[in-house]
């Protein structure tokens, strides 16, 4: 995995990005989405992220291929500007090595050089793995909405967790 790089987006990578999210989203197990928003969609949040609306790292491959995201969205109500929101995804291929550690901890390092003192993050109870990450991150569980998601007749509960600036990444 050491030959993956974690690299900033760039608008060369949009569409592999693109890939990655649909990927994961037809899994319909581990983020809000089924699909992939449009691409064109897609182009515009990535934009605004290059732009400085947060921070977006990808895992790249030695050929150019995208396996792997992470990004932290600045919170633009007034009040709240100092939070950022955290998402993230593997392929299935890619997932168990260690690289979404890495990619989380480099987004993090990232975000908090950009001034983003509060990370929050919102994860599925069934997605153990994730859970797990981010408590050993750091990340405190802040609450719990039960039964917030049925897709195909199954629900699931969403763990709000969040990392502040002063208790540091683990």
Request: aromatic content about 8%.
């Amino acid at each position: 995995m050491s030959e993956i790089r974690i690299i900033p987006n760039e608008e060369r990578y949009i569409e592999g990005y693109w890939t990655v999210v649909d990927a994961v989203a037809r899994e319909r197990r581990y983020i809000g989405f089924v699909e992939s928003p449009p691409l064109e969609s897609t182009r515009s949040f990535v934009s605004k992220i290059l732009a400085g609306a947060g921070v977006q790292l990808l895992a790249v491959t030695p050929k150019s291929e995208v396996v792997g995201w992470c990004d932290i969205i600045w919170n633009p109500v007034e009040g709240l500007r100092h939070t950022g929101r955290l998402g993230m995804g593997l392929l299935p291929d890619y997932r168990d090595l260690g690289l979404g550690k890495r990619l989380a901890v480099e987004t993090i390092r990232s975000a908090r050089e950009a001034g983003i003192e509060r990370v929050e993050l919102e994860v599925f109870a069934s997605n153990v793995r994730a859970v797990a990450l981010y408590r050993n991150l750091g990340f405190a569980t802040e609450g719990v909405k039960v039964r917030a998601r049925k897709l195909d007749g199954v629900y699931d509960d969403i763990v709000l967790m969040a990392l502040l600036a002063q208790d540091g990444m683990r």
